[in-house]
């Protein structure tokens, strides 16, 4: 198994980010905003490339109409200069002994108005700001942001393209190796050792197996329990490239089990693929999860989060975080558009007994939508590999 790209990085060049800084200057024009600040996460990463995690030492890029400024700790201004990718203008570098929040308010000023603040900023850096900037007013960074990431560019598309495809090659690879005995985190591990294998960011991103009864739980249970013979396997899992993240379910058997587990297995199957064959553009969010649960009912299953039934909504949008906005999800209402990218994993569950997730993602194009990994094939030979 091999990756599909042997440098994620090549595709957000820096033509991209500096048209992504455009859209944003844009969307800050149109919303009044004098300020966008981002901390360390997702959204700085976005637009700067930086990949650093928040610390309680304030780091962050701010964005006016006209400049892009960074502040930094000062002992870190080697690390930032290798690990940003775009232009900057200016650095508000501060001592440990000073108080960073008041450097900023120095460089802002007091006439900025209006400022987005990234929605992933510490409650702690979010009042040190606040208390140091009295007069200006914070808003939420989806805002203007949240609309330019949610539509994914081809280079975004092709990086999630290549993480799905790798976490695919793992579930097949673990199917073909899994066996009655075997314990949860021995999966775990074998599923980490193959996604590092095939080039991801740093292997398994997130990995959950559960066994029989646990399946019924929609993020499993504590415990490292061995499969047994005759038991349903549910495994999640996904990756990066890049940043970009795949999240792939698969629920099937190595040998016989229940036929209530047969019936609905083929349930779930024809609820994700209704709610696949409606997604195109123009519609609702919430339309799509709605489809799904209208099939489900046909079978008195919910309704709504009702169990036995679906607990949960039917898709999240992915990129950069595994989970990102738009969601299909009842209220919703954002128009889907060509770009957005969204899993399709509309869960049964039997509580006590068994539940069944099939999770492909799409994306949504001119005329509808297509799939970045094609759906399990079926519950005994979930990647068609028999004859």
């Not at 637009?47 to 960074?70: N, P, S």
């Not at 949960?312 to 999800?329: C, F, K, M, Q, S």
Request: charged share 20%; net charge negative; hydrophobic share 40%.
């Amino acid at each position: 198994m091999t990756s599909m790209i042997t440098n994620p990085a090549m595709f957000i060049t820096p033509t991209e980010r500096a048209d992504r800084l455009a859209r944003l200057r844009g969307n800050m024009e149109q919303l009044e905003l004098g300020a966008v600040i981002l901390t360390p996460g997702s959204n700085m990463r976005y637009i700067t490339g930086l990949t650093w995690g928040q610390t309680e030492r304030l780091v962050c890029a701010v964005i006016t109409a006209k400049e892009m400024v960074f502040v930094c700790p000062k002992f870190e201004d080697t690390a930032l200069f290798a690990g940003v990718s775009v232009p900057v203008d200016d650095y508000v570098f501060w001592e440990e002994h000073e108080t960073p929040s008041a450097a900023l308010a120095a460089w802002l000023g007091k006439d900025i108005g209006n400022a987005a603040l990234d929605i992933n900023c510490s409650f702690g850096h979010a009042v040190a700001m606040q208390d140091a900037m009295p007069d200006l007013r914070f808003v939420s960074s989806d805002e203007c942001l949240a609309p330019l990431r949610a539509r994914k560019s081809p280079a975004e598309l092709a990086l999630i393209t290549a993480a799905m495809q790798i976490t695919l090659d793992v579930h097949a690879q673990i199917f073909d190796w899994i066996k009655p005995g075997m314990k949860s985190s021995e999966v775990k591990a074998e599923i980490d050792r193959l996604h590092r294998a095939a080039g991801s960011d740093n292997g398994s991103s997130f990995c959950a197996v559960q066994f029989g009864e646990a399946t019924s739980h929609p993020h499993g249970v504590p415990g490292d329990p061995a499969l047994k013979p005759g038991e349903l396997i549910l495994i999640d899992t996904g990756c990066r490239l890049d940043g970009y993240n795949s999240d792939i379910t698969r629920s099937y058997a190595i040998d016989k089990v229940d036929s209530e587990i047969e019936r609905l297995w083929n349930v779930e199957k024809e609820a994700q693929a209704a709610a696949f064959n409606l997604a195109r553009p123009g519609l609702p969010c919430g339309s799509v999860d709605g489809k799904a649960r209208e099939i489900l009912s046909k079978y008195n299953l919910g309704p709504d989060y009702t169990l036995p039934g679906l607990p949960h909504r039917t898709g999240h949008g992915i990129g950069l975080d595994i989970h990102e906005g738009p969601y299909l999800v009842r209220g919703d209402d954002t128009p889907l558009a060509p770009g957005m990218c969204f899993s399709n994993e509309p869960m049964i569950v039997i509580p006590g007994k068994f539940g069944i997730r099939l999770e492909d993602h799409f994306y949504v194009t001119e005329t509808g939508a297509a799939w970045f990994t094609e759906p399990q094939n079926s519950l005994y030979d979930p990647f068609g590999h028999a004859a």
